[in-house]
């Protein structure tokens, strides 16, 4: 995690003017350690259990420190601290009252879990002093226990009860968060204790230190795969979600041998798609490329970086192409590797380091000549090594894979077809645009169709390098409506564009206020085909019953423009290239563009629908 060095400042009664009474509280002392940790905001809705912490971060605000970020509902504050965190590399913070304020958290909150994404969330409780006395929006363990639901969806959940225990807890939590497989842990406190006197007139820890990771690699391990690269005849990387910080380390390998490159769903994005190595999308919407690739007869090498190999990533679990003894499975995250038994070897340890070690090696043996890696070093098909001078750009030609139905890339009729839209979306926005794509028809038409114009090849990224982001493990709709608003707030350098469905749109669609209200120049790309899209098209592909997803027609963009956004109606490809794309970037606030697709276009999800039939 990357963060500046804290500064641990006394908790002096100057910062607070209004407080000068009785002095900073707890809820001061957590706002103090949040900025320590790099994170500039607090997203939530406030509630009377919670408002001691709002006032602890409305006294940070006046000072310049971490302030709050009202979201609309619980679930969108958690969307919106998993987009921050994703974007920043550091930790998102997301909080809510007892009661209703704490469950309407859970989804979004088990998205993070299942997606590996740091938070720490804070919670209320009702006083401990009324714990079992039937108080209002009681959640404690006698009430509608919090702190047990919580319990299946982070990395650390407990209950705060004594003011004593506060700095260890926090310390436990944010470690929790941050280190081994990440995700979110959880903090409740009641409300009684958040507004206690601090017990400390200085930060007990420094938290940054604590999270520092020693880069810890099974040598042994890294030895053997070694030896399999050096030795095999064909390797294949296929590169998942957690490579972000490798990947500039992984691109040059595969340049150095000649590897054909993959990606996963969750990876995509990581990849220039015009690689000249590249060979697409393995997984749910991929492309018959990339399992080509894997299939190709003299492919003896398979090496998996930084995915769990679930459905999604697996493409429904395939054995032919990618779960066989071929398989060679690196992760930094030992937990992922109980997708992989098959795999004849398992390297646990920091990516990137595992892949600096391995280059380092057959680099070496190369110069000597020493076992097939100096034939492996020799048959690199004219691309140097990129090494100081990775990041140059080749030549930008075709992606090296084919499109499902590709000529309706190019289809000028109306309403839009979904596969023109995806292929204009990157034709429009400027290279360094952040593409989010929510759960639903969205999704798998982004994963197959949208190819973001990242020209770097090689060199170092940094650790949110991904341009394509998609929550798909957990898959909540409406995810990418909250996660666009935090990508944005954590200062992405580019425009942040988020595509989404009606359906999501429906469920999650007021955060565009926040963004409204935080003057966010966020781009909201509506796919509007009055249905439940991916249920419509699941149940046809499955033969099911055609019911529960019909949607009413809604003009969008009257809805926008309702709640104070700009907003643009496309039919057509003519449309949508009318818009002055320049202009809504560089304005304030944000952009609605209400799509009309054409609603009988079959998204690419045939692999869903065999995993959803089930065997026969």
């Known amino acids: ?312 990533a697996s493409n429904g679990w395939d054995g032919g192409a990618l779960l066989n003894n071929r398989l060679i499975h690196v992760d930094s995250i030992e937990g992922n590797f109980s997708g992989s038994p098959m795999a004849r070897l398992h390297v646990l340890g920091r990516i990137n380091n595992i892949f600096q070690y391995v280059i380092e090696e057959l680099h070496a043996r190369a110069a000597t000549g020493i076992g097939q890696a100096s034939v492996n070093a020799r048959r690199m098909g004219g691309l140097p090594w990129p090494g100081g001078a990775g990041s140059r750009a080749w030549a930008e030609p075709k992606p090296r894979f084919e499109l499902d139905a590709e000529s309706k890339c190019y289809d000028d009729t109306a309403p839009i077809k979904p596969q023109r839209l995806m292929r204009e979306l990157t034709r429009l926005f400027p290279a360094n645009t952040c593409f989010l794509a929510d759960t639903g028809n969205s999704v798998a038409w982004a994963i197959h169709y949208l190819h973001p114009r990242d020209r770097r090849m090689g060199g170092k990224r940094r650790t949110n390098a991904g341009l394509f982001r998609a929550s798909l493990d957990f898959a909540a709709m409406g995810w990418a409506l909250g996660a666009a608003i935090g990508t944005a707030l954590g200062k992405h350098g580019g425009p942040v564009v988020c595509i989404t469905g009606d359906g999501s749109l429906l469920m999650n669609g007021q955060e565009i206020t926040v963004a409204i209200q935080e003057r966010l120049p966020v781009i909201f790309v509506v796919l509007n085909d009055s249905a439940l899209g991916m249920v419509k098209h699941g149940q046809r592909l499955t033969k099911a019953e055609p019911v529960g997803f019909e949607l009413p027609e809604i003009d969008y963009c009257a809805y926008a423009e309702a709640l104070g956004a700009k907003a643009y109606l496309v039919h057509s490809p003519q449309d949508l290239q009318k818009i002055d794309i320049a202009a809504i970037i560089a304005g304030p606030g944000p952009t609605l563009i209400d799509v009309r697709i054409d609603p009988e276009e079959v998204p690419p999800m045939g692999v869903r629908a065999k995993v959803l039939e089930g065997p026969r």
Request: glycine letters at 10%.
């Open 1 to 312: 995690m990357s963060v500046e060095t804290p500064q641990h400042s006394t908790l002096s009664l100057d910062r607070y003017p209004n407080k000068k009474e009785c002095g900073p509280e707890i809820g001061d002392l957590l706002v103090g350690y949040l900025e320590d940790l790099g994170a500039g905001f607090v997203f939530g809705v406030p509630g009377g259990a919670i408002e001691p912490l709002y006032n602890a971060l409305a006294r940070s605000e006046r000072r310049g420190g971490p302030r709050a970020v009202v979201a609309r509902h619980e679930s969108g504050a958690a969307f919106m601290a998993d987009g921050y965190a994703r974007q920043t590399g550091t930790l998102g913070v997301c909080c809510a009252t007892t009661g209703p304020g704490a469950t309407n958290l859970i989804t979004g909150i088990s998205s993070a879990y299942a997606n590996h994404v740091p938070l720490l969330v804070i919670t209320a409780q009702t006083a401990m002093t009324n714990f079992g006395r039937d108080a209002f929006q009681d959640s404690s363990c006698t009430g509608v226990n919090t702190v047990g639901m919580f319990q299946y969806c982070t990395r650390y959940n407990t209950l705060v009860s004594h003011v004593d225990q506060f700095e260890h807890k926090l310390a436990s939590a944010v470690r929790a968060a941050c280190q081994a497989e990440r995700g979110p842990a959880h903090l409740s406190i009641p409300v009684d204790l958040l507004r206690k006197p601090a017990p400390v007139a200085k930060r007990s820890y420094d938290l940054e230190a604590l999270l520092h990771q020693p880069s810890l690699v099974d040598i042994a391990a890294v030895a053997t795969l070694c030896n399999y690269v050096a030795d095999a005849t064909k390797v294949v990387l296929v590169v998942g979600g957690g490579c972000s910080e490798a990947i500039g380390t992984i691109l040059e390998l595969a340049v150095a041998i000649n590897a054909v490159i993959v990606t996963t769903p969750q990876g995509k994005g990581l990849v220039n798609a015009n690689h000249p190595l590249f060979r697409g999308v393995f997984g749910f919407a991929g492309h018959q490329g990339a399992r080509a690739a894997l299939l190709e007869p003299d492919v003896d090498t398979v090496v998996v970086i930084g995915t769990r190999l679930g459905e999604w």
